[in-house]
């Protein structure tokens, strides 16, 4: 078994996007672990909190906090693998380059507001649990609405990915792909009001802004990453339309 | 070419892209849910929803639902125009949909203002949060839709591009911005 | 035919770099002898204010030239679009994780600027403003270490007769990665070896990063220089 895998690591001619397509999913395995179960960022702590709520979230969650984001600090680089794959699946196509890059440029600045900035920013407040609650309440918004917040660069990067697809003829992907990152850019405009209420469900943490965002995106993220792999069973290194998949691969 | 006879073989089963009626039924569903959060929390506070809505003027939702459906119906007839290969009556179709859908827009961006000013903002009440959300959201639906009339519009122009199923998907995405205006017409006006 | 006009103009501002970031390294009087976390908020408010100057200068320098490393990454970018490979990702995640280092490091610097700013502000506050300085600095690693991870992977994965860099070159950024590593796990300490003036976090970090600068811009510079040997003798 070990074997098959060292000799495909040496010899697929595929390995490289292998390496990219595994990479991304060992990241979001990593950030679920992260953000979900450990720091419990995900879903998020409550905007209505007061300074001594605030203070006494970071305390409830202090080495969950800590510890979960030093793996984020660690594995953030795989975001880039994913991103490259995706604009790689752009090059694909039979439209110009510009929308991959323009994807890759994108795609890679979002981690640092929109990821990274919460992670540090957290860190620090868990860091010292005897720092004043009203400064901990302005970290604790700092955080959360840096990363809730950040919307137009996850929105105009669907929009140039779903314009991708649809102009496409090498069938890369779906059409109805296309549209689903239309679905995905407009969660980035429902979000929008998070910056404008403490509680109810526009909320960071209501019921539509977070709840049902997050049904759309996790969809979103379970369906790309699932045609991001049939992409590259496909590939036939051509620039032609890519061929359908082979009948045994497609279960 | 191959393209083309999948292309045939699907205009069988749906008009238009099969894709665009996947995306339909997976905004139908985002909206279904929208709604159910509306409802739930209206029959928590069945008294302040009740208030809030005297607010909003029956008259202009009728006249609002009155123009999508003109919309629709004249999208219909771009379609219908299509298909025999009038594409003159077509694209004049296919205009009279944006001027309807440009008159409902003019119409609720004037509507807004006027709550506005009545003092019923985005935050006044849980309410109009809904109101406005729910409304706001549509009016994007309504702005992509124009968009893609205006790739339907580029498709009848030109008679190299002229393709049945674009034209057909674009309608299909026309009547959903109307069905789901319907939906919200019902929910914050007429639902008292 | 390549167009190599400019590669060693930009080669050059590597070395400039460095003796810009060496000097404003020293220039910053936090780093030689980091300033410890556990460092009272009235302390760190005195720091600021006794050494308000050099805090200001050194963090300017530093906010003018740190995305210069980018360049020289662009130019590892384009060798790495020499080698053996199927397809063009590895150059693209290179691509993608450049912006990343200069990005936190910003980020680092304009908190430092800010802690600085008016330093007879609630000493909270300027400590507030140095934690988060100090820790986005910290951590800046984990697009260093994909990059290294990346190199690595694309040297072992280019197999033709002449390899555009040796084998060696992927074991060493695989140590550098190993190294950058700890720093990530800087906030689980307050103090000791893994607090943000500890010897993994800080010394090991940043040696490692001065370290890599000077090899792979050696590295650099003779596969340049070998480039040009062989295109001359085409010719």
């Known amino acids: 078994m070990s074997s098959r895998f060292i000799w495909h690591c040496r010899n697929n001619p595929k390995r490289e996007l292998w390496f990219a397509w595994w990479a991304t999913v060992v990241f979001y395995n990593f950030f679920t672990v992260s953000f979900f179960i450990l720091s419990h960022t995900q879903p998020p702590a409550n905007p209505a909190l007061d300074a001594q709520g605030a203070a006494q979230w970071f305390e409830k969650n202090h080495y969950g906090i800590l510890l979960g984001f030093a793996i984020m600090f660690l594995v953030t680089g795989m975001t880039a693998p994913q991103n490259a794959l995706i604009a790689y699946s752009m090059r694909r196509m039979s439209i110009t380059p510009a929308f991959g890059y323009s994807y890759l440029v994108l795609y890679s600045l979002s981690a640092v507001p929109g990821m990274l900035l919460l992670c540090i920013v957290l860190t620090v407040g868990a860091l010292r649990p005897d720092r004043k609650p009203e400064l901990q309440q302005w970290l604790f918004d700092l955080a959360f609405l840096s990363y809730v917040g950040t919307m137009g660069v996850f929105l105009i990067g669907s929009l140039v990915w779903m314009l991708a697809i649809l102009i496409d003829k090498n069938r890369v992907f779906p059409k109805w792909f296309g549209y689903l990152n239309l679905c995905n850019a407009l969660t980035e405009v429902v979000v929008s009001p998070a910056w404008i209420f403490h509680n109810g469900v526009f909320a960071w943490n209501g019921l539509i802004a977070w709840w049902i965002d997050m049904v759309v995106f996790g969809v ?21 339309p890519l061929p359908d998949l082979p009948r045994e691969a497609a279960s | 070419m191959t393209q083309t006879a999948r292309a045939d073989a699907r205009v069988r089963f749906v008009p238009g892209q099969p894709d665009m009626w996947a995306f339909v039924l997976f905004e139908t569903l ?8 509306y409802l739930l929390f209206r029959t928590q506070h069945h008294e302040l929803y009740l208030r809030a809505q005297a607010g909003l003027d029956l008259q202009i939702g009728v006249f609002n639902t009155i123009c999508l459906l003109s919309s629709s ?3 219909a007839r771009c379609v219908q125009a299509s298909r025999h290969g009038a594409y003159r009556s077509a694209l004049t179709n296919a205009f009279l949909t944006v001027f309807f859908g440009f008159v409902f827009l003019v119409s609720k961006v004037l509507e807004w203002a006027r709550q506005i000013r009545m003092g019923n ?11 406005f959300f729910l409304t706001s959201i549509h009016c994007l639906h309504l702005l992509i839709g124009f968009v893609v009339m205006g790739v339907v519009v580029y498709q009848l122009l030109s008679p190299k591009r002229r393709s049945q199923e674009l034209v057909e998907t674009g309608a299909t995405y026309w009547h959903t911005v109307d069905f789901l205006w319907v939906l919200i017409f019902s929910l914050l006006y007429v639902v008292r | 035919m390549r167009r190599t006009d400019g590669e060693l103009i930009l080669f050059w501002t590597l070395p400039a770099t460095g003796l810009i970031w060496i000097a404003a390294f020293f220039l910053f009087p936090g780093f030689v002898h980091p300033m410890s976390p556990t460092m009272s908020a009235a302390a760190v408010a005195a720091f600021y204010r006794e050494n308000t100057g050099r805090i200001r200068v050194s963090m300017i320098l530093f906010n003018w030239f740190c995305v210069c490393l980018i360049p020289v990454l662009m130019l590892l970018v384009v060798q790495m679009r020499k080698m053996a490979h199927r397809t063009p990702i590895f150059s693209y995640c290179m691509v993608a994780c450049a912006a990343g280092g200069p990005a936190i490091f910003l980020l680092a610097n304009l908190f430092w600027l800010l802690a600085a700013f008016r330093p007879e502000r609630a000493p909270e506050l300027t400590q507030m403003y140095n934690d988060l300085a100090w820790v986005t ?12 991870v990346l190199l690595a992977l694309a040297i072992y994965c280019d197999r033709q007769a002449r390899p555009v860099f040796k084998p060696w070159v992927a074991h060493f950024n695989l140590l550098v990665a190993a190294a950058l590593a700890p720093a990530a796990f800087t906030g689980l300490a307050l103090g000791g070896p893994m607090a943000w003036d500890g010897l993994l976090p800080f010394w090991v970090k940043n040696i490692t990063i001065a ?9 650099i510079a003779q596969t340049i220089r070998r480039q040009r040997v062989e295109s001359e003798v085409a010719a």
């Open chain 2, 121 to 131: 903002g985005f935050t006044a009440n849980e309410f109009f949060q809904h109101y």
């Open chain 1, 220 to 240: 979103y993220t379970g369906v790309f990453i699932t045609l991001l792999r049939q992409m590259i069973i496909r590939e036939d290194f051509g620039t032609g």
């Open chain 3, 211 to 219: 370290i890599w600068i000077v090899v792979m811009g050696v590295v």
């Open chain 3, 137 to 148: 600095f910290t951590i800046q690693v984990p697009y260093l270490i994909m990059q290294s």
């Open chain 2, 73 to 75: 119906w004249a999208v």
């Open chain 2, 30 to 37: 985002v909206f279904t849910s929208y709604f159910v959060v």
